[in-house]
């Protein structure tokens, strides 16, 4: 992770606000499936995702590299300690983890040294939770995605740091996890244009203020929000998937 630990400096505050939450049943799901109380969540960016763990699990940790996403972990969750080191060398004890998850951070990590890593720090019942909020085939995602293609030489669409969303899905199920099952939840992400620009804006591969195209960047998404909202608001069609896996 270490090459793009810095994709996101200056873009926390974006993050914090305008990233979605997961839905309850996401969380209702890995507790069940969870022998344990101790948790890390690699990646952790502000705190989103571990906020809600905290709900559900008494003993949870953090991992995050970015000095500006963990400087704003910090404020939102003094309560969790969030380790400034990267998910392929945690410094945690052997086997001492019950569920280690990685929320929109996975394509982020280095596959193999994640894998070594995850298998040293698990306990023998332990489980990696791989997760996404993942946009769903729509008119608007479309017109959205060609904006960001047309501006953002860093944008891609797909996950689990393949070209396309189905090579991650096979690699996920086939080559990175012994045994693994996917479930996806409902999570629709309404919007105004307020969240919408902030949500864009904390992307990684998003144009920043300085760069020179910033203003035709934004002036683009603009107008396709407004091409498809209804009372001020877009509603995104998103589900929240799950890779809950072991080795």
Avoid at 8 to 30: I, N, V
Avoid at 32 to 41: H, Q, R, S
Avoid at 195 to 207: K, P, T, V
Wanted: aromatic share 12%; glycine share 6%.
């Amino acid at each position: 992770m270490t090459e793009n630990t810095e994709l996101f400096t200056r873009k926390s505050d974006d993050y914090s606000q305008f990233r979605p939450d997961y839905p309850d049943t996401a969380f209702e799901w890995l507790r069940a499936k969870t022998v344990g109380e101790n948790v890390l969540d690699i990646g952790a960016g502000t705190g989103i995702f571990t906020r809600q763990l905290l709900k559900y699990f008494s003993q949870v940790a953090a991992v995050e590299p970015n000095s500006d996403m963990r400087e704003k972990f910090t404020a939102f969750l003094p309560e969790v300690n969030c380790f400034d080191t990267t998910g392929e060398n945690t410094g945690l004890p052997e086997k001492s983890v019950d569920l280690i998850t990685v929320a929109q951070a996975f394509h982020w990590l280095d596959a193999g040294l994640f894998k070594r890593e995850a298998q040293r720090i698990l306990r023998p019942a332990g489980l990696v939770a791989i997760v996404w909020n993942t946009s769903l085939k729509s008119d608007f995602t479309i017109a959205r995605n060609r904006v960001c293609q047309k501006y953002c030489p860093r944008f891609r669409s797909g996950h689990a740091g393949k070209h396309t969303i189905e090579e991650g899905d096979a690699f996920l199920r086939n080559e990175f996890f012994r045994e693994v099952e996917v479930v996806s939840f409902d999570n629709p992400f309404r919007m105004d244009l307020r969240i919408f620009e902030g949500n864009m804006r904390s992307r990684s591969y998003a144009l920043t203020p300085d760069e020179v195209d910033y203003n035709s960047f934004i002036a683009e998404l603009q107008e396709v929000f407004e091409t498809f909202a209804s009372n001020g608001e877009v509603v995104e069609p998103q589900e929240t998937q799950i890779y809950l896996g072991s080795f």
